[in-house]
């Protein structure tokens, strides 16, 4: 089997500190075998987006609790666009109410994964969603 | 029934090997019976000791909560000033008989409500603050000298400090008399809840400044309230909890001993800041063990007299990690049940996390119920009649010896690696906690580790936002913040801004005690960012260990 590891950024966009989830995901991640780089806490989107293209991941999750995920979204989604790197999946976890799904799915965000959302979910779902592109 | 009777011992030993083995979050494994065969070594003036007494297990004061009973600090802050203020005379209204500020991120972060980073978080989670003008709207009217007042600042602790005495100064209450307290435990924010600023030499030499300057100017303040707490809801277990944040506290006691201050001097004034939730008899066999050891750790290592220095203080409430997205309504239950934790284990003071926080920072609804919840278990019932109700308790007893035996092999560990500062800086600690979270994570995945409504007992279907008010961000306070700092900018004397930033910057290459430059800058009205940036000039900015 020579099949190509994924590779995905987790990301703490902004002032939040709380990273015990980011960190969790990140374990979950590497368990199931895909190759994982956290950010480290205070990234603005312009530093996430640098490290996505120079570690040439193939997904972002960008892990937010401070309620300030629309905007965030919004900026990376488009400096993605800009940046021709369109490709890349992103996924957000973290306190994000129902009422903001649909909004996050039409800026391009692929998966939302609210807090206590089980591993083998976010995993079956990067893999699936990886592997058709 | 056809068997003939058995002896009881037989019994019991056939029976013990068909149940389930109990193991808590800490790792003690636990038996369903304990008896006096447990307690063969135990002494009552050594172990316990009458409340008021060392090792002060049975609680610090003689009388306890007959004399007085703990005191209801619920977190509050949010917006503006002005209307953090309105909460904070709601409460106090209600009861309450002591503050606890919540700070906006980026106030926490040193960063002014006019920078861009600011944008979209100028009082989302707290009272958002500037200058020292800020601090005189949220108390106005607010008797201070009677409420005391706990920050919860930690990064840009020194500024939020200075500028709460300050007011108080202004106000006309002496320095000396001014009374309240400070997280300021800039060590912990490097494991968990993050809001760091500089690297950790300056910021911890920033909290010796603060101690050793209201030991000085401020003797009744607490500046240093270490917080197992938030070390614990970042995945570290009860002994963990204990531990680090006792490897923290001495990291602090021996920087100040560095300057020359004898422990006795300064001890009696840290506080703790500890957490409640799991497995009720857990929490109080912690708690129970914490104040002991602390008492011994003082006496026998910093070789301690005064009973202050002994006696751990501490605010114990209801963790957030305890509560739900699920079902909200049943964290109003469990809330109640950690507070009963609290008041059996003798805290001094309570706050409890409100049934709405895994949504959003608390309604007005959702904090009276919190502070409804500590007033029914003191008047109602009777948790403030008799000091220490559980001690004597076989189980309990014999649980506090096993907490207290566990918390000291964790700080060994934590010795025999380096120490608290070491592991910190190279991201041990951090690692350690986070692969906890990991293991925790994965037991409530598989339900190993139980939440009702949670993981069992599920309703599946739509579960989001039941009954709950989420806290709408108001972009006109946040407007209103902005145009706020921009008239005090315009009002204030800048040359004299200047010239306090300069010396503050100064001041920062050397080794004096920045706390008065930082108090003349706050008096000049120089806003928060302008001192974190001045201090930043030198010290520069922390770079975080990420290995995971």
Redesign the interface.
Known sequence: MSEKRIRVLIAKP???????GA??V???L?DAGME?I?????QTVEQILGTALQEDVDVIGLSIL???HL?IAEKLMAGLKTENAGDILVVIGG?I???DHEKLKAMGVAGIF???T???RIVDFIKGAVNVR | MSEGPKDAKGEKKKEEKKIRPVILESGIEIKPVYGPEDLTDFGYERDLGNPGEFPFTRGIHPLMYRSRPYTMRQYAGFGTPKETNERFKYLISQGQNALNVAFS??S??G?DSDDP?A???IG??GMAVDTLKDFEIAFDGIPIDRISTSLTINGSAAIMIAMYLAMAEKRGVKLEDVRGNAQNDILK?YI????WIFPMEPSIRLIADTIEYCHHKAPKYYPVSVCGYHIR???ANPVQEIAYAYCIARSYIRLVMERGLPPDEFVGRFSFNFDIHGNIFEQVGKFRAARRLWARIMKNEFCCTSPDSMQMKMIAGGGGGGL???EPENNIVRAAYYGLVSALSGTQTMALCSYDE??TIPSKKAALISLRTMQMLVEEMGLADTVDPLAGSYYIEWLTNEFERRIMQEMTKVDSMGGMVKLVADGTIQREV??Q??IL??K??TGEIVKVG?NKYRQEG?R??QNVD?HE?NVDSAKEKIAGLKQVKASRDNASVKAALDKLRTAAKGKDNLMPYILEAVKTYATVGEMTNAMKDVFGTFK?P?N?
């Open positions: 902004g002032l939040d500190g709380h990273d015990v960190k969790v990140a374990h979950a590497r994982v956290y950010t480290g806490l205070h401070s309620g300030a905007p306190n109410p129902k009422r609210p807090t206590s089980h591993f083998e | 991120l980026h926490q972060m960063i980073r944008e979209g978080e989302r989670v924010e968990g809840r993050g809001t809801e970042s995945g739900t997205i699920e895994a949504y986070s692969n979270a990991y994570e994965k409530l995945q949670m739509p989001e936002e989420i961000y975080e990420v995971l």
